[in-house]
């Protein structure tokens, strides 16, 4: 029997889920929609059917140890999902509350990005490490803290909410009432109203020109400086400016031995890592500089939140 | 007898000792100049001399269970004071090594704002917090942040370096070459650079402007807002600001219970502590609106330096 942890990952539009092992080798993997369920009781019920289904072909071979979840909004306290913008259920679920109800089975639940941290603890490339920081870059921007060796989550469970620090007086609004926020510049959507905002500064032109609002995604951004586009690159620039000065003061709170980039935005590989460097080291303080790597994370990308929420399983020592 | 830590502050010009029980209390209390001693070696001989003075009234009454020292650019994890910029001993002091070989005690290094940290943690305020930071402000500002129950080292143990992240662009020369650090707007050095700023800006009348800028302290400051200077206030509202914003950053970082204020600058209380809550509040993220206490240390102040450093030998498990 093969010890194993069932991962789940709550997103705004699909929910994924997958059986993992302690190496993180995810035995089998699935989804279902998140929207379509109005009703968080409707939604338990597919989730568990869900996971009856992908469980079901290997029923001898597994010894299930526990579940972690990965939610927008999640109180790692309280086990509750609380007040979540994204998700059609309002106020406070008790999603913990009832997975054990059904299961039986040690749950445990945390925001995306500390399950992404988690993941790179247990999984990933900061095996080795005590002092590190995982940043998701997606719709908005995440980042999940290790110090010590443990995952820092604040008195209130709330630590690491980078995505809403200010970076600019006086700047976008952000989607939670402030102005300026980091993630209103790195983000997918962040890079979007910036390259909104530097077809209004320039002349030059550029295919992005041809694009409107509401298709525009940083996709295409990435492609238009592949080829060279130099609206594209000097978006990168400046996100990775944004995103190099918010990690200069992150490292100035916890020293961190490396600085992993997680997500849709980081496979633009050194076209955001290269400007974050740069303007990262600029911002440092001497006993820090060239000291704190920025790299890719070493989980796969096609189920690295569900390696995420299952590592949550074996970092509380199951 | 009585279970005693020996509590070393050294400090540019002065460095206090004392003589402290598990409960706080400072049995017995004495400083030497460390500018006088130009070399390491004699300063270490004088040092060695007072502690064995003040010690030797006590010496049938006590079991002295280790030494901590508190320092200004002290390595942890080396046990180093490393480049001091404010000490007369250059390059790499390895005096947790040389108290080791005098005393054979455990003896433990830190820089003094982690120190004050520890303090507030074993004697102070925060006994019961395990998710809080302590700032420093003094000459300069200093911080140390606990999280889950531990200080926050970091990978270098150069963790909690808040006086150099930047708050202004473009802002003022800050002592470690960057430009527009926090501390060089939030400190008593800040503060004078801060009311000679509003001289020029204002027209204002004030008694200070007969004050030229090596004379001009935070004290002075202080004294003046309290008579209801409007240039002094508008100094504190300022330096509040700065402080208050850098907070909201720390606050979405670690997530902490309280934050407390240690040192000169924080005896001016609500002059100071008002306006930095103000803007803190105004600058944080809705879910941490109204959870974060800013409070005045609760470790005496004639010995609070001494109390800090003598508390790393209890945190130590001593």
Same mark, same amino acid.
């Given at each position: ?134 940043? #998701?870059?997606? #719709? ?67 295919? %992005? ?7 525009? #995604? ?28 918010? %990690? ?16 849709? %935005? ?53």
């Amino acid at each position: 029997m093969k010890e194993v942890a069932i991962g789940i990952d709550i997103g705004g539009t699909y929910s994924k889920l997958g059986i993992v092992d302690r190496d993180g080798n995810c035995l089998t993997e699935s989804s279902i929609s998140t929207r379509d369920h109005k009703e968080f009781d409707n939604f338990l019920e597919s989730i568990f059917k869900e996971i009856e289904h992908i469980k079901s072909p290997l029923k001898d071979l597994i010894d299930v140890k526990g579940i972690g979840i990965g939610a927008p909004n999640a109180n790692y306290f309280s086990g509750n999902i609380e007040d979540a913008p994204n998700l059609n259920w309002k106020g406070v679920v008790p999603i913990v509350k009832k997975f054990k109800k059904h299961y039986n089975l040690p749950t445990y639940l945390t925001n995306d990005a500390n399950a992404a941290a988690i993941g790179e603890k247990i999984y990933g490339a900061a095996k080795d490490f005590d002092d590190f920081i995982v940043i #998701t870059l997606g #719709t908005g921007l995440g980042s999940g803290f290790y110090a010590n060796g443990s995952l820092i989550y604040g008195f209130n469970g709330f630590a690491g909410e980078l995505g809403h620090i200010i970076v600019e007086r006086k700047g976008r609004m952000g989607t939670a009432g402030l102005r300026g926020t980091l993630e209103s510049y790195v983000s997918a959507t962040g890079m979007k109203r910036t390259i909104f905002q530097l077809m209004a500064d320039s002349l030059e032109e550029s295919p %992005l020109r041809e694009i409107p609002y509401i298709h525009m #995604t940083s996709k295409k951004i990435y492609e238009a400086a592949m080829k060279g586009d130099k609206l594209a690159l000097e978006a990168f620039e400046l996100t990775g400016r944004y995103l190099g000065e918010a %990690l200069a003061i992150a490292v100035s709170h916890t020293n961190p031995k490396a600085i992993f980039l997680f997500g849709g %935005l980081a496979k633009a590989g050194d076209l955001i890592i290269n400007p974050t460097r740069k303007y990262m080291e600029k911002n440092l303080l001497e006993i820090y500089k060239n000291k704190v790597d920025i790299l890719l994370s070493g989980l796969s990308d096609t189920n690295a939140a569900v390696l995420g929420s299952s590592a949550l399983v074996w970092s509380e020592g199951n």
